[in-house]
Nanobody, 124 residues
Framework: QVQLVESGGGLVQAGGSLRLSCTLSASTTNRYPMGWFRQAPGKEREFVAATTWSVGSTTYADSVKGRFTISRDIAEKAMYLQMNSLKPEDTAVYYC?????????????????WGQGTQVTVSS
């Protein structure tokens, strides 16, 4: 069983930055890809970014490319999302997720484990 805990959300002005963290439970030895998703009120959950665990290959949604950076720290069992140049449309609950098979994935259905989410609000 994989447990994921997000942190780092908050309120920021447009143009500002936030760094989200996702920590895996201590008993977990991860080797599969992980990703970040977000869900705004009244909208479906959407893909933000994903990374493989061992090599660190990454992929991003077009809407965040060039502004967000996903990374992971194997020793710390953590994944991060550095968000720069934030826009009001980035406002959402952000979730980290983990797969149980190899390969980068962009659909929520391809992920087996989810964190509880952390709110990010960007004011204009």
């Amino acid at each position: 069983q994989v447990q994921l805990v997000e942190s780092g959300g908050g309120l920021v002005q447009a143009g500002g930055s936030l760094r989200l963290s996702c920590t895996l439970s201590a008993s977990t030895t991860n080797r599969y890809p992980m990703g970040w998703f977000r869900q705004a009120p009244g909208k479906e959950r959407e893909f933000v970014a994903a990374t493989t665990w061992s090599v660190g290959s990454t992929t991003y949604a077009d809407s965040v490319k060039g502004r967000f950076t996903i990374s992971r720290d194997i020793a710390e069992k953590a994944m991060y999302l550095q968000m720069n140049s934030l826009k009001p449309e980035d406002t959402a609950v952000y979730y980290c997720a983990a797969r149980t098979t190899y390969g980068l994935a962009t659909w929520p259905q391809q992920y087996s484990y989810w964190g509880q989410g952390t709110q990010v609000t960007v004011s204009s």
